[in-house]
Every structure is written in structure tokens, then in C-alpha cells.
């Protein structure tokens, strides 16, 4: 999958982008609205290795004189995560580097899991979302997953359907 938009392509990871897509997650993770300790303690669980690209599929936006300015990962999520009854593709980030904000990587790196999902026959997106990115991802058509059980149900979830497109 090679995808061309603007002065930017989407392609698939390899080992060899880790060190950077890592750094990438890193500083998007420092405009986040939370408070600095929660970053500090969040950065190393959002780094993804080499053993996660036999687990994930890892994509990755590129910019011809820039180098990756996005990134984005997904699997099949766990039926329990996913709204009743449903098969979905759990959208686990899409990062973008600060200063490439509001330039349609993130909304196309959507689209790539969107795509991603429906080649491989699930009912929808699931995504799991940091609590400041709710509006990114309601203006691209997914709805809030209620709390069902407040022990178990991360606060932040967010659901597109794919049937019907």
C-alpha cells in the first residue's frame, strides 16, 4: 500500500522506521492536556518494537523532504472491546507530528484503517482514544461507545460502522 496525497505518502512500517515513528509518538504525546508525570510515564507504553510489527499492521505517513510526520496502528480488537455483536479493527493511535497538525494526515491515516477494515471483513472501527481527541474523531463519523462497566469499558471509546458504505 502505497498512497500519495499531497507532498506525502502512506506506506506500511518497517523495523527500520521504529526509532522515528517512536520519536514521532513521543512528541505527540507532549501536546497532549495531560499533566507532565503522565506523559513521562505514558512514552514507553506507546512505543511499538519490532515484535509488534508481526502483531500489528504499523503505517506510516512520509513527506518527501521531511521524513515520517505520521503514523498510525491497528489489529482485530478483542469481541469484549467492541460493541455488541461486532467485529472490528481496533485503531490503536494516529500520531502526527505537532507541526504537521491540520494537514489531512491524521484524516488520512484514518482512512487507511478504515480501508483496512473493510478488506478484511470487520463490521467497524474501534478506537480507544486519548481523552483530547474525541472532537478529531467525531468529525469523522464515529460515535462514543457508552460505559457499559465502569471496572472494565476504557472511558474514551469510539466507534465506526461500515456497514452500508
Not at 499492521?57 to 489489529?75: K, P, Q, S, T, Y
Amino acid at each position: 500500500m502505497l498512497t500519495e496525497t499531497k507532498s506525502w505518502a502512506l506506506r506500511p512500517a518497517s523495523p527500520f522506521d521504529l526509532l522515528t515513528v517512536n520519536g514521532l509518538i513521543e512528541s505527540a504525546i507532549q501536546t497532549w492536556e495531560v499533566p507532565a508525570r503522565v506523559k513521562r510515564l505514558c512514552v514507553p507504553l506507546y512505543r511499538y518494537s519490532e515484535h509488534d510489527l508481526d502483531c500489528l499492521d504499523l503505517v506510516v505517513a512520509e513527506a518527501e523532504r521531511i521524513g515520517i510526520v505520521g503514523a498510525a496502528a491497528w489489529e482485530e480488537a478483542d469481541p469484549g472491546d467492541a460493541p455488541a455483536g461486532h467485529s472490528a479493527l481496533l485503531l490503536h493511535g494516529i500520531y502526527v507530528a505537532p507541526d504537521q497538525h491540520r494537514k489531512g494526515i491524521g484524516t488520512r491515516l484514518f482512512e487507511a484503517g478504515e480501508m483496512a477494515a473493510s478488506l478484511h471483513g470487520f463490521d467497524g472501527v474501534l478506537v480507544k482514544a486519548q481523552r483530547g481527541a474525541g472532537e478529531f474523531f467525531r468529525a469523522l463519523g464515529l460515535e462514543r461507545v457508552p460505559v457499559q462497566d465502569c471496572s472494565r469499558d476504557y472511558p474514551h471509546r469510539f466507534w465506526k460502522s461500515l456497514k452500508g458504505l
